[in-house]
């Protein structure tokens, strides 16, 4: 498969997880990949499997951060095409024992940084008139969960962002889209289930069967099927897909 060859994708969060998967599927289908994180041993990891990547360690909470590291892949690479923000975190805490910096970590981390990365490489975008901007967002921006209330915000913000600037730039033949997934076997579901069995008492495999069960196929979502969707959204022939959020969930939440 070689339908995005030529096409520069630049993915946050791309050590692990959902980001290494969506890198892996870009790259199979011919893109260029920026890898971007904030620890370089994982993205090396990550790089040393795929044919075209280069490494870029940056805080995407960081204005300055952003913009600098942006330029350095224009440079090495070319000027995105494509912009995957999957960079993300999720703590909890009950409202009322959620302190301003929790807020705050998440709202950065889960918003501001995909706005700062998009701000960023729309000028190029908009002068070549085409490119796809793919927000990873949540069902937590879709719904409400108990005890993440500062992940649930950062997250309906950041789908709010992605209907907003769709219709913005729609002209300019650039896309913005969302995919929101339910729970995926990530490193963010491990920190999760360590925590509701430190706070609970139940074991993992009961902590497992009682989030698994929000998906009504019984189980979690495979970071590979996130990043189908994604390469889906990003193809030449998707661009009559704008503003939309797509649930990979299993059915959890549905989008009408």
């Not at 108990?146 to 500062?150: N, Q």
């Not at 008492?201 to 929000?214: D, H, I, N, R, Y």
């Given at each position: 498969m070689s339908e995005l060859v030529g096409q520069i994708a630049l993915v946050t969060g791309a050590g692990t997880g959902i980001g290494a998967a969506i890198a892996r599927r870009l790259d199979a289908a011919g893109a260029s990949v920026a890898l971007v994180g904030r620890r370089k041993e994982p993205l090396e990891d990550v790089a040393?499997?795929?044919?075209?990547?280069?490494?870029?360690?940056a805080d995407i909470t960081g204005?300055?951060?952003?913009?600098?590291?942006v330029a350095r892949v224009t440079q090495e690479l070319g000027a995105p095409t494509i912009l995957v923000n999957n960079a993300g975190a999720a703590q909890s805490a009950p409202f009322e024992r959620t302190s301003l910096t929790l807020w705050n970590?998440?709202?950065?981390?889960?918003?501001?940084?995909?706005?700062l990365c998009a701000r960023a490489v729309l000028p190029a975008m908009k002068n070549a008139g085409a490119?796809?901007?793919v927000n990873i967002a949540s069902t937590a921006g879709l719904k409400g969960y108990?005890?993440?209330?500062?992940y649930c915000a950062a997250k309906h913000g950041l789908v709010g962002m992605t209907r907003a600037l769709a219709g913005e730039v729609a002209r300019h033949g650039v896309?913005?889209?969302?995919?929101?997934p339910g729970f995926t076997e990530t490193p963010m579901l491990d920190a999760s289930l360590e925590n509701i069995t430190g706070k609970t008492?139940?074991?993992?495999?009961?902590?497992?069967?009682?989030?698994?069960?929000?998906n009504p196929q019984g189980r979690f979502?495979?970071?590979?099927?996130?990043?189908?969707?994604?390469?889906?959204?990003?193809?030449?022939?998707s661009g009559a897909l704008n503003g939309q959020s797509v649930a990979v969930a299993g059915g959890e939440v549905m989008v009408g």
């Open positions: 040393a499997g795929l044919s075209r990547a280069a490494t870029f360690t204005e300055s951060q952003v913009t600098g590291m970590e998440m709202l950065g981390v889960n918003l501001t940084g995909a706005f490119g796809r901007i108990d005890y993440v209330a500062a896309t913005v889209n969302a995919v929101c008492g139940m074991s993992v495999e009961e902590a497992s069967l009682a989030l698994s069960k929000t979502v495979t970071p590979e099927e996130v990043a189908d969707a994604v390469l889906w959204l990003v193809r030449p022939s």
